[in-house]
């Protein structure tokens, strides 16, 4: 098929197809002899599973899977998709430590997880920082807009996270993933905190959390349906892969006599 024919049939233009073909996301296509490149059903699985892996893992990740894919190296791409699911879980530990923490903190503090425990004490700037995969100075700029509150250690001055400042970090994380500015997220911590000490959220300030813990919780679960739906397509074109010719339309009966 032409380039035109792969774009028309997954809503994108020839440029991106071509583009896509250029940065390694799809296989080298042939060429005939006049030069113009000639497209196939293994381009067509790659292309499908690249866009699945875009809406599941972000175009990024997504380039880096079909890339290691193309090199032949399949287990670097296995720990591309496992880390995507790794962060998905974090999420949604992070959603369940808030959700714990609107309903319940005052009375009773949070069962440990994944995203609230700090087993061996309060973390550095630095530690914190690795935990979540930024910079120091991304975690600086958090506390200059008043998402993050962390005490100072007597005599040095220097910056200790514990249990709630971590799980601060954490939403906050979170919540800049999915697009929010940081003036917002800072209301949604501050609320957090306000449920710490009192152990309830009243008014428009418990509407406004519940909404967002809400949509929350749908932005996880649409993104853990397509990661399903990427593993299929990533799957499909592995397999492609791996038996590039296409079945015989006759069927594998040999033609009598």
Same mark, same amino acid.
């Given at each position: 098929?032409? @380039? *035109?024919?792969?774009?028309?049939?997954?809503?994108?233009?020839?440029?991106?197809?071509?583009?896509?073909?250029?940065?390694?996301?799809?296989?080298?296509?042939? &060429?005939? @002899?006049?030069?113009?490149?000639?497209?196939?059903?293994?381009?067509?699985?790659? !292309?499908?599973?690249?866009?699945?892996?875009?809406?599941?893992?972000?175009?990024?990740?997504? #380039?880096?899977?079909?890339?290691?894919?193309?090199?032949?190296?399949?287990?670097?791409? %296995?720990?591309?998709?496992?880390?995507?699911?790794?962060?998905?879980? =974090?999420?949604? $530990?992070?959603?369940?430590?808030?959700?714990?923490? /609107?309903?319940?903190?005052?009375? $009773?503090? @949070?069962?440990?997880?994944?995203?609230?425990?700090?087993?061996?004490?309060?973390?550095?700037?630095? $530690?914190?920082?690795? =935990? %979540?995969?930024?910079?120091?100075?991304? %975690? &600086?700029?958090? $506390?200059?807009?008043?998402?993050?509150?962390?005490?100072?250690?007597?005599?040095?001055?220097?910056?200790?996270?514990?249990?709630?400042? /971590?799980?601060?970090?954490? !939403?906050?994380?979170?919540?800049?993933?999915?697009?929010?500015?940081?003036?917002?997220?800072?209301? /949604?911590?501050?609320?957090?905190?306000?449920? *710490?000490?009192?152990?309830?959220?009243? #008014?428009?300030?418990?509407?406004?959390?519940? &909404?967002?813990?809400?949509?929350?919780?749908?932005?996880?679960?649409?993104?853990?349906?397509?990661?399903?739906?990427?593993?299929?397509? %990533?799957?499909?074109?592995?397999?492609?892969?791996?038996?590039?010719?296409?079945?015989?339309?006759?069927?594998?009966?040999? @033609? *009598?006599?």
């Amino acid at each position: 098929m032409r @380039p *035109a024919d792969l774009a028309r049939g997954h809503g994108l233009s020839t440029q991106a197809v071509r583009n896509y073909e250029r940065d390694g996301f799809l296989p080298p296509a042939e &060429r005939t @002899p006049s030069g113009y490149r000639v497209y196939t059903p293994l381009h067509a699985a790659a !292309l499908r599973a690249f866009l699945a892996l875009v809406t599941a893992y972000g175009h990024q990740r997504a #380039g880096r899977i079909m890339n290691a894919v193309h090199r032949g190296a399949l287990d670097d791409a %296995l720990d591309a998709v496992d880390r995507g699911h790794a962060r998905l879980l =974090r999420d949604r $530990e992070t959603l369940a430590a808030v959700r714990q923490a /609107v309903g319940h903190l005052a009375a $009773e503090p @949070p069962h440990p997880t994944a995203a609230t425990a700090t087993a061996g004490g309060p973390l550095t700037v630095g $530690e914190l920082a690795r =935990r %979540l995969g930024v910079t120091p100075a991304t %975690l &600086r700029n958090w $506390e200059a807009a008043g998402i993050l509150d962390p005490a100072r250690e007597p005599g040095t001055g220097y910056r200790v996270f514990r249990e709630g400042d /971590v799980r601060d970090a954490e !939403l906050a994380h979170l919540l800049r993933r999915g697009g929010y500015p940081l003036d917002r997220i800072a209301t /949604v911590v501050r609320q957090i905190r306000a449920t *710490a000490r009192t152990g309830a959220v009243t #008014g428009a300030g418990a509407d406004a959390l519940t &909404r967002a813990l809400d949509d929350w919780q749908r932005q996880l679960t649409a993104r853990g349906a397509a990661m399903l739906t990427a593993a299929a397509r %990533l799957a499909d074109y592995l397999s492609a892969c791996a038996d590039p010719t296409p079945p015989d339309p006759a069927g594998a009966q040999p @033609p *009598a006599g």
